[in-house]
Each structure stands twice: as structure tokens, then as C-alpha cells.
């Protein structure tokens, strides 16, 4: 899930940009910065197995950027070490890119949570919530470029056979997120990633990982796979006019 905590670290300089773009050999190539939603200190949202979000989203990130490399991109994979736990610093290490994606695995509120065992273990589930969504902030001075990456990257989704997520806009849901596109299930929110990034940004919520089915079919490497293309596909949206 989001996170919401706020620090502050120096932002990643152009010159590296720069070398990176030297490395990648395509004058063409966008700047990715691929963020690794959370920390292993605070990892997130436990699955219905009890596995990390950060696992899940160190892992599919990993896929999504090996992806976009393999199109020519210049990409920079922030917070894989697991040690970073400066919310500010991710989007400020992306100064200079033409996109930041903060990777996550979603949960569900509190309220709809049961217990089941698993391996002799109880573990928290809920399967009331499904698919995926997109979060862009419409303080990120590039609103216009977030939401429309926004709705590339969520219209690839649903083609891809993934199902927009609306359980954050259901009446008892608690979340106060406004849906911007409920067919592509793009939402606006003031998530610290996207609000404070100096670059287009989004936040995609890759899948609902408290429920028992889609823990399961996020952790297949066909499924990561696939949002990888999703994600991948998308980035026409930086194609200059």
C-alpha cells in the first residue's frame, strides 16, 4: 500500500542522469526512475500468506525495469536495498528524469480484514478487493504529464486482463481518494511520491495482495511478466508531440 510517512534527502544530480543516458546508448531513450515501494524496517502490507509488500514490490520492479532497459530506456531502480526510508528522497532522487513509478501490492481497510491459518500460522485476509489503480497528485507540478502516463499506464493494465480496483471510492471504504477515471481506475491523492516529485509521477497499485487469489497470481512470474509489458507499453505517453 501508499506510504505516507515524509523526510528529506538530496536529489540525485543531472550529471548522473546524464552517465546513465551515456551508458544506455540511445539518444531516444526516456529517464525511468522505478521506485521499490517501502522499507524492510516498515515493509508495507502483509499478504493473505504473510508475505512483505516490499518483497512484492522489490520483485516486480525488478522485472519492470529489466523491461523497460530491454526498450532502450535510461532507468534508475530506487530502494531495492531496502534501507530507504526517506519518502522525499525516492522523488528527489529523480530529479532530471522524464518519469518517476513508485511500484506497490495493495491491501483493504482494517475493518474488512478476517483470519484464516496458513502453515499452522493465522493470517489476516480479504477478498473484497481486487486489480489494480494508479495514484497521481495534482500538486506535482507536471499533473498534466502524470495523469496522462496515468491513464496509458491504466488503460495497458486493463488490456493486459488486469481488473481496475474501485474499492477505494466504495461509500464505507474510509480512504477519501477521488476517483479521476473509474474505467481505468485512476485516482488523485496527495501520496507523499507522487505529490512531491519535481518530474511526472504515478503510483501504481499493481494488485491486492490480502486477497488469497491475487496474493497467489501477483507472485507468478507470467503475472509480473505481464504488468512489466503493461508498464512497458505505456511509455508512449513520453513521446514528444
Not at 35 to 60: K, M
Amino acid at each position: 500500500m501508499p506510504q505516507t510517512t515524509e523526510t528529506m534527502r538530496p536529489a540525485r544530480s543531472t550529471a548522473v542522469w546524464a552517465l546513465l543516458a551515456a551508458c544506455a546508448g540511445s539518444a531516444q531513450a526516456a529517464t525511468i526512475a522505478v521506485d521499490v515501494g517501502h522499507y524492510l524496517a516498515a515493509p508495507g502490507a502483509t499478504s493473505a500468506y504473510g508475505d512483505t509488500e516490499f518483497g512484492y514490490n522489490l520483485a516486480l520492479a525488478q522485472v519492470v525495469v529489466q523491461r523497460l532497459r530491454a526498450d532502450g530506456h535510461v532507468v534508475l531502480l530506487i530502494g531495492a536495498g531496502g534501507d530507504m526510508d526517506s519518502l522525499r528522497a525516492r522523488p528527489a532522487m529523480a530529479e532530471g528524469a522524464d518519469l518517476f513509478i513508485s511500484i506497490h501490492h495493495d491491501s483493504v481497510n482494517e475493518r474488512y480484514l478476517s483470519t484464516w491459518t496458513v502453515a499452522g500460522k493465522p493470517q489476516r485476509y480479504s477478498d473484497i478487493s481486487h486489480g489494480y489503480s494508479v495514484f497521481v497528485s495534482p500538486d506535482n507540478p507536471h499533473y498534466a504529464e502524470s495523469y496522462a502516463c496515468a491513464e496509458a499506464v491504466g488503460s495497458a493494465m486493463k488490456r493486459a486482463g488486469f481488473a481496475p480496483n474501485l474499492h477505494h471510492v466504495m461509500n464505507d471504504a474510509g480512504e477519501g481518494y477521488v476517483v479521476l477515471d473509474p474505467e481505468l481506475a485512476v485516482y488523485r491523492s496527495s501520496l507523499v511520491v507522487v505529490k512531491y516529485a519535481t518530474v511526472p509521477a504515478l503510483l501504481l497499485e499493481a494488485g491486492v495482495i490480502i486477497n488469497r487469489d491475487e496474493a497467489l497470481t501477483m507472485k507468478q512470474p507470467a503475472t509480473r511478466r505481464r504488468v512489466a509489458d503493461a508498464v512497458a507499453s505505456a511509455m508512449s505517453c513520453l513521446a514528444p508531440e
